[in-house]
């Protein structure tokens, strides 16, 4: 059987030192396995090496991009690196780098080009012996690729499928996660179904546990696309939230109904029947609580790109049945 032909495909990269990276420390590689360390802040410079233990956090290692780690943190390596600045390369060759600010959020400074005299020092952009960008004695720290994630929306689902799995506008999908540092990948394979209400494109959903659940959604805002994701055990606690939801609203419903109790000939009398509707009321109020915590889950989107086939398969004006947030 030939393999399934993919319809269209969202891909993102993400450059950063690490999943928890120290930008407001830096480190300078002596010898021996040393390093000199300071800080932002003016604390240091402190002497370290491979193997001391660091501010309690863990014990410290030299990765495969020559970043200190110690524990769940990374500190960036180089000669004289400015604090928060990063760079990430445009073009294969590493010719072109885009410039961002790392504070509270990360923000677009500026393009460059190595060899391109900077406007402000009047000196050229160079690589340093650290792979780094370097300007007039100071250097910028050039983000290694951390990991890769690729939407891949295949063939739409089958009539008899889509009907048992009540989805309309359904294809067959695959998620897929590299991990540049361990070059271990991780395939998620599910459903992508075209659902553009509340903002959003499409959503990613799989099986887990028995349920169709939501761990990914796809937006778009101008023509640039982000996707927002969940791990599916905070996706199956919503989605089980979601269905006590519907439930406790139907009871309510069912109960405040004259026809539903005289035609079920419910032997209850007011009082009982009061205090029943108050506790389910009591106990949506609960379950809606928890369903805004759980909201929470969802990591901030992060932008993805598509070329133009794709980007029309995105912003087709489809619909579907999904309706779980």
């Given amino acids: 059987m030939s393999e399934p032909k993919v319809k269209a495909v969202l891909f993102s990269k993400e450059f950063n030192i690490g999943y928890k990276p120290l930008y407001s420390l830096r480190a300078t590689k002596l010898s021996n396995g040393k390093f000199l360390i300071e800080s932002k802040n003016g604390d240091g410079p402190e002497e370290v090496a491979v193997g001391d233990n660091f501010l309690g956090k863990g014990v410290i290692s030299e990765n495969i991009n020559g970043d200190i780690e110690f524990g769940e943190f990374t500190i960036p390596v180089g000669h004289n690196l400015i604090y928060g600045v990063t760079a990430e390369p445009k073009d294969e060759n590493k010719t072109k780098f885009s410039l961002f600010i790392k504070g509270s959020e990360k923000k677009f400074y500026k393009q460059i080009t190595l060899g391109d005299i900077d406007e402000t020092s009047g000196f ?38 889509a009907k048992d799995m009540k989805l309309r506008n359904a294809y067959y999908a695959n998620f897929e996660y590299i991990d540049s540092r361990d070059n271990v990948t991780h395939v998620s394979r599910g459903f992508y179904v075209s659902n553009p209400i509340r ?93 805004k915590e759980s909201n929470k889950t969802w990591v901030k989107g992060q932008s993805f790109f598509c070329g133009q086939e794709s980007r029309e398969f995105f912003m087709s004006k489809e619909q579907s049945m999904s309706n779980e947030p």
């Fill in 124 to 161: 050229p952009w160079q690589v340093d012996q650290y792979d780094n960008l370097v300007n007039a004695g100071k250097s910028v720290k050039v983000l290694p690729q951390l990991n890769t994630k690729t939407l891949f929306i295949k063939n739409t689902l089958e009539p008899e499928v």
């Fill in 199 to 291: 903002g959003t494109v499409g959503e990613f959903k799989e099986e887990f546990n028995g349920e169709l659940i939501t761990t990914a959604k796809v937006r778009a805002n101008n023509n640039i696309f982000t996707v927002s994701v969940r791990s599916p055990n905070d996706a199956y606690e919503s989605h089980m939230l979601y269905e006590k939801k519907r439930d406790l609203e139907k009871q309510i419903a069912s109960f405040e109904d004259p026809v539903f109790i005289s035609k079920n000939k419910l032997n209850m009398n007011s009082d009982d029947l009061k205090f029943l509707v108050t506790s389910l009321k009591e106990s949506l109020k609960e379950t809606l609580e928890s369903i």
